[in-house]
T-cell receptor, first 113, second 115 residues
Framework: GESVGLHLPTLSVQEGDNSIINCAYS??????FIWYKQESGKGPQFIID?????DKRQGQRVTVLLNKTVKHLSLQIAATQPGDSAVYFC????????????FGQGTTLQVKP | ETGVTQTPRHLVMGMTNKKSLKCEQH?????MYWYKQSAKKPLELMFV???????ENNSVPSRFSPECPNSSHLFLHLHTLQPEDSALYLC??????????????FGEGSRLTVL
């Protein structure tokens, strides 16, 4: 069945270090992947996306890596800051054409000062 | 400000009440969604509307009734809910074209507590 999962429910890092959040997906038909950040009391916010014809995409301080062979997605945050503390979700589009996204469970990133 | 506005932000209701959640998007998108977010669970898709037509109902109980009068507004009508329905209800919109949607833009959510 369709499922998206994250390897660790919680990740704790020191301020200034790099963070890596991992995600495994199971639907081979997925061709679009997104990372979202959700701060307490807010809705999920877009961080970065990637299509299946790419294996890496960089944004400002963030990089998404896609390994289609093992169905793995990761989010790298450089020089992690206290403001990066949040829950991070990966999502895939599955085989649907309705525009829906299937979400993973989320990883809570805690940044220690 | 994401361009998706949800009201109310917080709602407390009894199991016999009838209430509605409202969502409005100002992004000109053609698709709108309701997701349910419970503690320690992934976001669960409830309903999808494309061009005001419901295209997906993810086995949602009939005590949840969606309404999409136009591409900018989406409602979730609630009646005879159960305490386990307490959750954060998130509305989202996106632009779907060529059979594929892109990024979902989420509202801040409506925190529902059923007593």
């Amino acid at each position: 069945g369709e499922s998206v999962g994250l390897h660790l429910p919680t990740l704790s890092v020191q301020e200034g270090d790099n963070s890596i959040i991992n995600c495994a997906y199971s639907n081979s038909a997925s061709d679009y992947f997104i990372w979202y950040k959700q701060e307490s009391g807010k809705g999920p916010q877009f961080i970065i996306d990637i299509r299946s014809n790419m294996d890496k995409r960089q944004g400002q301080r963030v990089t998404v890596l896609l390994n289609k062979t093992v169905k793995h997605l990761s989010l790298q945050i450089a020089a992690t800051q206290p403001g990066d503390s949040a829950v991070y979700f990966c999502a895939e589009n599955g085989s649907s054409n309705t525009g829906k996204l299937i979400f993973g469970q989320g990883t809570t990133l805690q940044v220690k000062p | 400000e994401t361009g998706v506005t949800q009201t109310p932000r917080h709602l407390v209701m009894g199991m016999t009440n009838k209430k509605s959640l409202k969502c409005e998007q100002h992004l000109g998108h053609n698709a709108m969604y309701w997701y349910k977010q419970s503690a320690k669970k992934p976001l669960e898709l409830m309903f999808v509307y494309n061009f005001k037509e419901q295209t997906e109902n993810n086995s949602v109980p009939s005590r949840f009734s969606p309404e999409c009068p136009n591409s900018s507004h989406l409602f979730l009508h609630l009646h005879t809910l159960q305490p386990e329905d307490s959750a954060l209800y998130l509305c989202a919109s996106s632009q779907v074209s060529g059979g594929n949607g892109g990024e979902l833009f989420f509202g801040e959510g409506s925190r529902l507590t059923v007593l």
